[in-house]
């Protein structure tokens, strides 16, 4: 008898207790992974409708930012569309002269004059001058660039087809696949035509390792600053409502784990979700860095100069939409860079920056952002997007 009522009871908590956890799993969007208002732009965004230059925006919004945080606003005409930065829309110390967000600009313009070609427009973008500075008391909007808009013939190139398909993957990548050289090759010449940027390619184990060593050691030190970290985890979306209520940000699901390890990490409370990151095996991030083929650092002759920022932002945004035509993922790995900022707003030593020049070995040139590429060991999923009611004014 007194088995059978444990048993009951038993049974009872089982139930409980299992559709509490779908419950829970459900609350947390485990069973809707890029489903939703915020994903909705990924889907739509080329649409049938006669929406003239807003199908343009419509592209635009699907570029990378530094940590989703989409800082951008058009003013759309029949005849052009005016880009500014909404500088509010920031990671505070981690980027504390909006370099980063600037080249996340660069990105959204790249998207928006791919698809004014596909779209039947010849697009001329005119960049505004202007020299970087630290994050004002009371940030903005900042007009930064202007693509006028005229007839043109549609030319729909397979950078522009890629668009819905370039996420950022977090994954291990798989280190015996090497990259083509005629890969490499095209990769290279992306910024051949534009005499302000460059792109250094490495392939060699040892100026990879050398990469990754700086990169992580920065990884450490830089979110290890409380200011950095404060910054950094206002754009982190650990709830699935605040994924679909806000449309930006970080997400679980765009870490790069498998399906069942982010199943899990979804279900987990915030404050058991930091405790087993905190857990994760020591040099994990040089570990991922190293098993990319490849390593790329993008230079400028001015890492503050605003203009050079956006061409940054135009080649990053067309080097990783030709790595997904051809099969291959991205990911920026930018401590180092952002380091080079910290410093610079601390009033320290430019080590990074020095770290970093003897990789490049040219001083005409300054890194502003690194990156790695490779084949996938698993498909990069989508981070959430604000619509385009959101950033046209």
Known sequence: MRRRLFMKGAGIVTVVVAGGGVWRACDQGVFSVGEGPAYEPWKDWRTESNDGALALVRAAILAA????????????????????????????????????????????LENLMLAAAANGYQATATLLPGKLGPIPAEPGPQFLARVDLAAGKRDESELYDAIPRRHTNRGAFLPQNPIPPQLIDSLRSLASGDPNVRIFLFTSEADRKKIAEISSAANTEIYSDQEVDRGSQRWIRTRWGDVQKYRDGLTIDAAGEPPIATGIAKMMPLAMLKWA??????????????????????????????QD????????????????????????????????????????????????????????????????????????????????EYVVV
């Open 277 to 306: 990151a905190s857990r994760g095996p020591k040099n994990r991030y040089s570990r991922l860095m190293m098993s990319a083929p490849l390593i790329g650092i993008l230079a400028v002759h001015d890492r503050y100069d605003r």
């Open 309 to 388: 920022c956006l061409r940054a932002g135009r080649i990053w945004q067309r080097a990783h939409l030709l790595a997904t035509a051809r099969g291959l993922a991205g990911r920026p790995c930018n401590e180092a860079a952002e380091m080079i900022d910290h410093e610079k707003a601390l009033g320290k030593p430019p080590l990074r920056a020095a770290l970093l020049g003897e990789v490049l070995g040219d001083a005409a040139w300054q890194p502003t952002f690194v990156f790695y590429m490779g084949y996938p060991t698993l498909t990069a999923r989508a981070s959430p997007r604000r619509p385009v």
């Open 65 to 108: 930012s530094p940590h989703n945080t989409q800082p951008w606003l058009f003013k759309v005409t029949a005849s052009s569309i005016e880009l500014s930065i909404d500088m509010r829309r920031n990671v505070g110390a981690l980027d504390p002269f909006l370099r980063e967000e600037h080249i996340g600009m660069g990105c959204a």
